[in-house]
């Protein structure tokens, strides 16, 4: 994951506990469908360089890497990077530490970058953006992805840390209407993960599905697309 500067070392002790929580059974479930959306979004194809921001340890890096394109895997914390080097050894995967604020690459980088679950914790969400938008070619497209405020998700994260839990306090959770003022107008918008954290996984799926169909926009994982116009 990617946090602000001030917020370095937030994640430096959850690789672990990270990587277990997507091996649950409604932990893979969510890991599905959000990849899933993902690869919608983002359609990485063989040959392409792709920077991902906020790679944590390399969950989501996976289904992009199996498409054959090029990853550059960027997260502020080392224990993450580390555990996504580690995952992707020998592969085309080149681990970095940076801030997503201030991205260590020239303009016009990267055929693709895209973004999970990071800007949350991020007070400048414009700044991100620009960030984001700066290093991708003109015409290349842009994922990014965040945890939806419209969602129950976020409000049992609310209170969570307002009871004091270090990583949920730290959240800044924004709805798809402030996303789509930060992003250009054509910009489309998707929500994932409708059901809940004790949901059972077989009625999970029906929820996701019945919920997808009606194209909500409160599911807890908020993804937004599009494409760099210069």
Sequence with gaps: ????????????????????????????????YEAELLQQLLDPQTGEFILDVGCGTGIFTSPV?????????????????????????????????????????????????????????????QAAVAELERVTKGGGVIVMSTLNRLSPWAERRLRAGEEGHELFKSMVFRSPTEIR??????????????????EDPVQAREIETRYQAEDAETGAFLAAAWRKNH
Excluded: C
């Design 65 to 125: 890497l199996s498409s054959g394109a090029e990853i550059v895997g960027l997260d502020i914390s080392f224990p993450m990077i580390s555990r996504a080097s580690g995952r992707f050894h020998g592969k085309r995967f080149v681990p970095l530490a940076g801030n997503m604020l201030a991205l260590p690459f020239a303009n016009g980088s990267f055929d693709k970058v895209y973004s999970m679950t990071a800007l949350e914790f991020v007070d400048n969400a």
């Design 1 to 32: 994951m990617q946090v602000g500067p001030n917020k370095i070392g937030l994640f430096d002790d959850w690789p672990e506990r990270y990587d277990q929580w997507f091996e649950t059974p409604i932990g893979e479930l969510v890991r599905e």
């Design 181 to 198: 003022e930060l992003l250009p107008a054509d910009a489309t918008l998707k929500t994932a993960i409708h059901f809940m954290k004790n």
